[in-house]
């Protein structure tokens, strides 16, 4: 079964300045989806970014980017520029690829989060 | 706003009592799916439907049974509350569960079980 990991149950960052929040995954698929949702306190959960596992360049959406590290199993997030709209819990989730009735649910990590300083 | 709705935001019932929570996908969106976000077990999935038929289930009570309707939209029927049953509660929908489909969330409904 496929397993998630967000090792950092908090993490801060000052205004204007760069932030990455750790995943990790576990999976014996060759090919899957991985996902950044952002939750901010109205508990509204929002896509920030997606990365097809088969795609080799790193999913970008302006001041978001991943580094996805397919060997590795790992798969992080970078934001740059902080803002204070960004604190949020951020979790990371996995989806299988494989056309089956069972796969297309999303497997979470635990959560991060991120506290923006102003 | 993703476009995913979901009713009532807020409910507080008693143990024992039966609710029922309910969610209008996307439009054009075919296939919904339910979650539970609670403090001590973090986000789960209970179950997914498409164009009106089960797919596939999660960690889902037997207390709590869903359906989806000709018109799309999904109830999520929960009963015989236990305290523990409190969370929230969460609908998805995507146009179809296929592989590059991205699931989007609606606003979540809070339960509070006293």
């Known amino acids: 079964a496929q397993t998630v990991t967000q090792s950092q149950p908090e993490m801060s960052v000052q205004e204007a300045e760069t932030v990455t929040l750790s995943c990790t995954y576990d999976?014996?698929?060759?090919?899957?989806?991985l996902f950044w949702y952002k939750q901010p306190p109205s508990r509204q959960m929002i896509l920030v970014i997606r990365?097809?596992?088969?795609k080799q360049q790193n999913a970008t959406e302006n001041r978001f980017s991943v580094n996805f590290q397919k060997a590795a199993k790992s798969f992080s997030l970078k934001i740059s520029d902080s803002q204070l709209g960004d604190a949020a819990m951020y979790f990371c989730?996995?989806?299988?690829?494989?056309?089956?009735?069972?796969?297309?649910?999303?497997?979470w990590g635990a959560g991060t989060k991120l506290i923006i300083k102003p | 706003d993703s476009g995913v709705t979901q009713t009532p935001k807020h409910l507080i019932t008693a143990t024992g009592q039966r609710v029922t929570l309910r969610c209008s996908p996307r439009?054009?969106?075919?296939?919904v799916y339910w979650y539970q976000q609670s403090l001590d077990q973090g986000l789960q999935f209970l179950i997914q439907?498409?164009?009106?038929?089960?797919?596939a289930k999660g960690n889902i009570l037997e207390r709590f049974s869903a359906q989806q309707f000709p018109d799309l939209h999904s109830e999520l029927n929960l009963s015989s509350l236990e305290l523990g049953d409190s969370a929230l509660y969460f609908c998805?929908?995507?146009?179809?569960?296929?592989?590059?489909?991205?699931?989007?969330f609606g606003p979540g409904t809070r339960l509070l079980v006293l």
């Open positions: 999976t014996s698929e060759s090919d899957y989806y």
């Open positions: 439009s054009g969106d075919l296939s």
């Open positions: 989730a996995y989806r299988s690829s494989e056309i089956m009735d069972s796969n297309y649910q999303l497997i």
């Open positions: 439907y498409y164009n009106g038929e089960e797919r």
């Open positions: 990365q097809e596992a088969y």
């Open positions: 998805a929908s995507s146009v179809a569960p296929l592989t590059q489909e991205t699931q989007y």
